[in-house]
């Protein structure tokens, strides 16, 4: 698959919590041998785990008049227990960032990971489930605005685009590509575009709650050796009842980066609903839907902070490759840096693919570059000092320092030659446009209406965000930018109030209508897109949560290897509901380039 270079960091902003699954070993599947259901059908899939795909309406305000549906696709991985164990703690959703990212990929990439976090082996076991929200991944209709041969031509345009930073006219071109990329989505998906927002997905979260309860109860009917002391129903019941006077299941959750957005609107709409909420890296909820605000913006505060960190780092560790004997500090290599980055503007690199086709690697790409590392430090900080090393030698003429550096930038932007047959026929060929139209569909679908912003409107944006980074300002602006022709709005949204009700007193019963437990909010000390000033800022939000913060830098405490300080905590929250009263601090043994 080919990827624009100058995708970089928007990749990172909504397939990082997903990139373990890349590296999967895992067996493949086929979706399409699954047959939809009204019901939560499972069966084996990826080795050790369970999949299916539920119908479920398309439109939720209009269900009964309505027949459109949607097909979810759902995938878990089965506790270390059965369901009659008395160990066993339900079910633990989960859903990664972006919007776009696959929840069921995400999951076979993490899933092992977040169930260490939480299990008490022999106390409490939990089975773990993710799916694709509507539009993306393997749920259908998928979001597809460029099919094809479109798609491979739009990747090509973003990959020459000039940074919005780079003039007034660079500017202008950005805004109307927004512009024409939403009326190209609007002509390829009508009514649709109408039901993705994340309103609809809190209400199929709802769904799936009840369908996994009906599916229990379905089996447990079947094997004939079910009774109240076997049932587990307590760990997941509310405090309220169904039509039938059965208590309904809570939501248990872990919401990674936009997930925490989603996390907060589950919250907020269904207060009855909420049982364990863990929300880590944390979306800033006004600036998310709204980012011309003033007081607002998405995240971007502590970019400068941690690129002045990976240059001060790199002074300090033992060997970094862009370190020079004269220099004295972390400034003199970021002086340096900067200014070859800059050089690149006026004389961009140019990379010649295997398939003949060419990349050009300007001021832009280079910067994105960096942001993109800034989601995992202690992973990628080494490899990216190595690549802007080649980079700036490849200046000099440096032919094996060029093909180093070409290798590491196609790399970096999952670059796979084109094979000949594709070149032919563009109709199986499937480009990277998808995650772009499942961000912008989503993420347009739950903002305010940008579409009648002017020129200087979008300019006193970049300003606004420039000046809060430098580095991260010009990139949150060009994604903000891809709203600027997004007219098909939302039929359900949600733009609050952000709050609940107080949560029922640990050890009492559930109420109805309120959180079973306090939310816990989790960030690391420094982070790319969900600083911890949004963290705190949420946490006041919702009455008696819980703020844990990890002494260390990167996307999110589980995507970066919560140490056991954090893991403790997430376990018995979920064990007990119970959070710090006070914002705790966890130490992490090791430095970002110790590795």
């Known amino acids: 698959m080919m990827y624009s270079i100058h995708t970089l960091a928007f990749l990172a902003s909504v397939s990082h919590a997903a990139a373990a699954t890349a590296g999967s070993d895992g067996p ?16 084996p899939c990826y080795g050790e785990y369970q999949c299916a795909r539920l119908i479920l309406p398309l439109d939720w305000q209009n269900a009964s008049r309505n027949p459109a549906t949607v097909i979810i696709a759902v995938s878990k991985l089965p506790a270390a227990v059965p369901d009659s164990d008395p160990s066993f703690g339900g079910t633990v959703f989960t859903q990664p960032g972006g919007p776009g990212v696959s929840g069921t990929d995400y999951l076979r990439g993490n899933g092992r990971k977040l169930g260490d976090a939480i ?21 259908l209709p998928q979001l597809d605005c460029f099919p094809g041969l479109l798609g491979y031509l739009r990747a090509q345009e973003r990959d020459m685009a000039d940074a919005v930073d780079a003039g007034r006219a660079a500017l202008a071109r950005a805004v109307a590509a927004g512009e024409a990329d939403g009326k190209r989505c609007a002509d390829e998906h009508g009514d649709f575009l109408r039901h993705v927002g994340t309103a609809d997905v809190a209400r199929d979260m709802v769904a799936l709650l009840d369908k996994i309860e009906e599916e229990r109860r379905r089996r447990r009917e079947e094997q004939e050796a079910a009774n109240e002391e076997q049932v587990q129903l307590e760990l997941r019941s509310a405090g309220g009842k169904d ?9 248990q959750y872990i919401g990674i980066s936009y997930g925490t957005f989603l996390g907060s609107v589950f919250a907020s709409m269904f207060p009855g609903r909420v049982g364990r909420l863990v929300l880590d890296g944390v ?24 690129a002045d960190l990976f240059f001060q780092g790199c002074f300090e560790a033992s060997a970094c490759p862009i370190r020079q004997p004269t220099d004295k500090s972390g400034a003199d290599i970021s002086r340096r840096f900067w200014s070859w980055a800059s050089s690149l503007q006026d004389a961009p690199l140019v990379i010649h693919t295997a398939d003949g086709n060419r990349r050009y690697v300007s001021t832009d790409p280079v910067r994105q570059m960096l942001i993109s590392s800034l989601y995992h430090p202690s992973r990628d900080f080494t490899s990216l000092a190595a690549t802007f090393d080649a980079g700036m030698r490849s200046r000099d003429g440096d032919d094996d320092a060029m093909a180093l550096f070409s290798d590491r930038v196609l790399g970096a932007a999952g670059f796979t030659p084109i094979p000949a047959a594709l070149r032919a026929n563009f109709s199986s060929y499937t480009s990277m446009t998808k995650l772009f139209d499942a961000y912008v569909g989503i993420a347009c679908a739950d903002g305010v209406d940008v579409t009648g912003r002017s020129l200087d409107g979008w300019q006193a944006l970049l300003d606004r965000y420039t000046a809060i980074s430098r580095i991260g300002g010009p990139w949150m602006a ?11 709005r939302a039929k359900k949204s949600f733009h609050g109030p952000f709050e609940t009700p107080e949560p029922s007193e640990a050890g009492r019963a559930e109420e109805e209508g309120r959180p079973a437990a306090p939310i816990l909010f989790l960030s690391n000390r420094l982070d790319p897109v969900t600083p911890l000033r949004d963290a705190r800022i949420t946490r006041g939000l919702f009455p008696g949560a819980g703020l844990v913060v990890q002494e260390t830098m990167g996307h999110c405490v589980t995507l970066c290897a919560p140490g056991p300080c954090v893991k403790n905590i997430m376990a018995e929250y979920f064990r007990t509901a119970a959070v710090p009263e006070e914002e705790v601090t966890c130490e992490v043994k090791g430095r970002i380039w110790d590795v």
């Open 28 to 43: 493949d599947f086929d979706w399409d041998t699954i047959t939809p259901s009204t019901d939560l059908e499972y069966h």
């Open 119 to 139: 299990t008490i082996p022999g106390r409490r076991h939990y089975e773990l489930l993710a799916f694709d929200p509507r539009g993306l991944g393997r749920s």
């Open 243 to 251: 039509s039938e006077g059965k208590k309904v299941p809570r939501l």
């Open 283 to 306: 979306v800033n909820l006004f600036g998310y839907q709204d980012q011309n605000k003033q007081g607002t913006v998405i995240g971007i505060n502590d970019i400068d902070e941690m």
């Open 478 to 488: 060009r994604l903000q930018m891809l709203c600027s022709g997004w007219t098909m």
